[in-house]
Structures are given as structure tokens and as C-alpha cells.
């Protein structure tokens, strides 16, 4: 089965073609970071609309890069939700249109179940069961995934999402958006003992995270040393500042997972979502798991963020479990994964 995804969640639009057969025949990626560069932040009506202006040309692209044609393809695949409305809606109408027109199946896929299966598209898959530790910009979930579209939340941030608290600091400390690849690289020349930040609900039983603490110790250590040095921090103080505060996020999120993977007895990690593409988690997280005796599981680099490659992956396993939506399509910006299986579009239609 040979399966067209789209993704336009949020700021980068992205579309791949999947094959079960042969797997990913090509994937292309348009990234709006510098539309939104100047606001410091997504703008979401400006997402929408260069998710429009974008789309058609990457889908074409695509296809003369997998040197495929359109007839080609058995089903499309399009990002439904959590996101930004808007720009979700411009990746659901062109991918729910373009399947009627060539009269295939369409699926809704939930982002972050993109997100968790991407791994599979590696050379060494993770076989089910296993845990997943998403961490993107929009969420901070640990989920056992026992196969396809069989997911138990265990654990999930009671505020901001690990990847909102590195832009909120990274911001703090004048790094340009999107925060996060830019205060690790920061954090590179940080020194890990100079300040010490705390590492939020580890001291307590359970798998859900807060990170909204961590941003406000962050902004009180950024204040405490700009009085101390006159106004401005030098730059090693903002590297020290940097790199304790991914020191915490990083223990933070290895103390979680420690405890889920020996909770569920499963040796098999996945890490997945922007936050997954951070070096330093990385390494600390392989070597948790080789004291635990498993193995940690993660998508390339430019798989952990969003791209469309894990939605057609992920929309190609629902086809060919026989799943597909109905004409009228729906998007939500908010979608719990345990509601995955109840469907977003009405099968009376
Ligand atoms: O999965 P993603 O591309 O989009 C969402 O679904 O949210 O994740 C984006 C998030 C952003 O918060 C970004 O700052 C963060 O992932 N991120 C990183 C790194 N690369 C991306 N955070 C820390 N270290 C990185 N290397
Ligand atoms: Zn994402």
C-alpha cells in the first residue's frame, strides 16, 4: 500500500510518501521559522496561510522526487489534530479533496501518534510493546503503546510541555525562536555545577511532569545575575544558566522514564517529538537503559520534529488495519490520545 502523508500541525508543512512495500519513497519539508522569526513565536493565521501557499508546489515536488504519479497511490494521510486550527485545516481539506479526486481512501491521523510511531521508520525497529516518551512543543506524555492504535497515557505534564519551557527560557535568555536547538547549543559551553535548578514532582510517586517551575526559576536566577553583574549577563552566565536548565529538564525526564519502564516491566523505549532531537537527552537516556538492560529507540534527527513522513507511516498502518474516514472530515486542536479509536469523522456520512 502506498500511502501520501501531510502534516501542517503547525509552522512546517510537511508531506512523504509511504510504501509498505518498499517504505519511504520521499519526504519533503517546508519549514516557516523565518516567517516567524521576527514574533518570536508561531503566528498562527500567518501559519494557516503559508501552509496554503506551500502545500500543492511540496506535493508536486514530492512526487517528482519519488518519481511517482498520482495514480500511483492508494490512500492519503493528513494531520487531524492537536494543533493550530487553522493551519490544520488547510493540511485535511487538500489531502480529504485530493483523495476524492483520485478516489482513494483518506485517514485522519493524531499527530502525536505520528510522533511515537516514527521510530519505525528506522533500519531497527522497536517491536510492541513498548514505552514512549513524547516530548514535543505542545506536549510531555508517556504512553505504553502496546501496537497499533493501542495506547494507555501514563503520564503527562499538569502544565507547560518540555519543549514550551526550553523556548520560554530560551527566550528569558535572548535566544532567538525557536528556543530550543538554540539554548542547548548554548548549554554546550554551560557549566553543569554553577547553578542548580530543581527537578520538578521526582520526589514524589507518579509519572506526570510540571515544567512551568522550572521556567520561573529560570526567569529568578536570569534576574538575581543581572543584578549581580550590572544589568547585562556575560555570555559564560548565560551558558551556565542554560545548561542547568537542560541539566534539569534532561534528569527530569530520566527520572519519569526510569520509573515507567520498570513500572510496565517493558525494556523498550521510544523517545519522540522535537524535544527527542536534544544530544545530551539522548545520551543520558541510552545509558539509563543499558543499566536497566533495554534498549532506547529514537527517529532521526529530522524525524523528531514535525515532519510528513510520520504521518504517512502512521496513516498506512490505519488503512491497511481497514480503517478510513467518511467524506466530511473534522480537525481538533485538542485531541486526548485515549480517545484515539473513537474516530473524528461521522460515520453516518
Ligand atoms: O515535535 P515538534 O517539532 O513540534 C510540536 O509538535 O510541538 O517539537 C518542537 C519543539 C520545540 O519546543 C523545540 O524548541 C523543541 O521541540 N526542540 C528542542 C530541540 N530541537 C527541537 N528542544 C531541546 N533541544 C533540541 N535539540
Ligand atoms: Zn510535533
Known amino acids: 500500500m502506498r500511502v501520501l502523508g501531510i502534516e501542517t500541525s503547525c509552522d512546517e508543512t510537511g508531506v512523504a510518501v509511504y510504501d509498505s512495500e518498499q517504505g519511504m519513497l520521499a ?5 516557516q521559522v523565518e516567517l516567524h522569526a521576527e514574533y518570536g513565536g508561531v503566528v498562527p493565521e500567518l501559519a494557516s496561510r503559508d501552509h496554503v501557499r506551500k502545500l500543492l508546489p511540496l506535493v508536486r515536488q514530492l512526487f517528482q522526487d519519488a518519481g511517482i504519479e498520482a495514480s500511483s497511490l492508494d490512500g492519503v494521510a493528513y494531520t487531524a489534530g492537536p494543533g493550530l486550527v487553522g493551519a490544520l485545516l488547510v493540511g485535511a481539506s487538500v489531502g480529504r479533496s485530493m483523495a476524492w479526486a483520485w478516489g482513494v481512501p483518506a485517514i485522519a491521523v493524531h499527530h502525536m501518534e505520528g510522533h511515537l510511531l516514527a521510530p519505525m521508520l528506522e533500519p531497527d ?4 510493546p513498548f514505552i514512549a516518551m513524547l516530548v514535543s512543543g505542545g506536549h510531555t506524555q508517556l504512553v505504553e503503546v502496546e501496537g497499533i492504535g493501542r495506547y494507555r497515557l501514563l503520564g503527562d505534564t499538569l502544565d507547560d510541555a518540555a519543549g514550551e519551557a526550553f523556548d520560554k527560557t530560551a527566550k528569558l535568555l535572548g535566544l532567538p525562536y525557536p528556543g530550543g536547538p538554540e539554548l542547548a547549543k ?7 555545577d554553577r547553578y542548580k535548578f530543581p527537578r520538578p514532582m521526582t520526589d514524589r510517586p507518579g509519572l506526570d511532569f510540571s515544567f512551568s517551575g522550572l521556567k520561573t526559576f529560570a526567569l529568578n536566577t536570569i534576574q538575581q545575575a543581572e543584578r549581580q553583574e550590572g544589568g547585562s549577563l556575560s555570555d559564560t552566565t548565560r551558558a551556565d544558566i542554560a545548561r542547568a536548565f537542560e541539566e534539569a529538564v534532561v534528569d527530569t525526564l530520566l527520572i519519569k522514564c526510569r520509573r515507567a519502564v520498570r513500572q510496565c516491566a517493558i525494556k523498550r523505549l521510544v523517545l519522540a517529538g522535537g524535544v527527542s532531537a536534544n544530544q545530551r537527552l539522548r545520551q543520558r537516556i541510552d545509558s539509563m537503559m543499558e543499566g536497566e538492560a533495554g534498549t532506547a529507540y529514537y527517529p532521526r534527527p529530522k524525524f523528531c ?4 513522513a510520520m504521518i504517512a507511516y502512521a496513516g498506512c498502518q490505519h488503512l491497511l488495519a481497514g480503517e478510513s474516514e467518511a467524506l466530511r472530515f473534522t480537525v481538533r486542536s485538542r485531541w486526548p490520545m485515549d480517545e484515539l479509536g473513537e474516530g473524528v469523522s461521522d460515520p453516518g456520512l
Do not use: M, Q
Open 27 to 31: 519526504h519533503a519539508l517546508h519549514s
Open 305 to 308: 520534529t514535525d515532519n510528513g
Open 186 to 192: 548554548l548549554a554546550e559551553r554551560g557549566d553543569p
Open 125 to 128: 525497529p522497536p517491536a510492541f
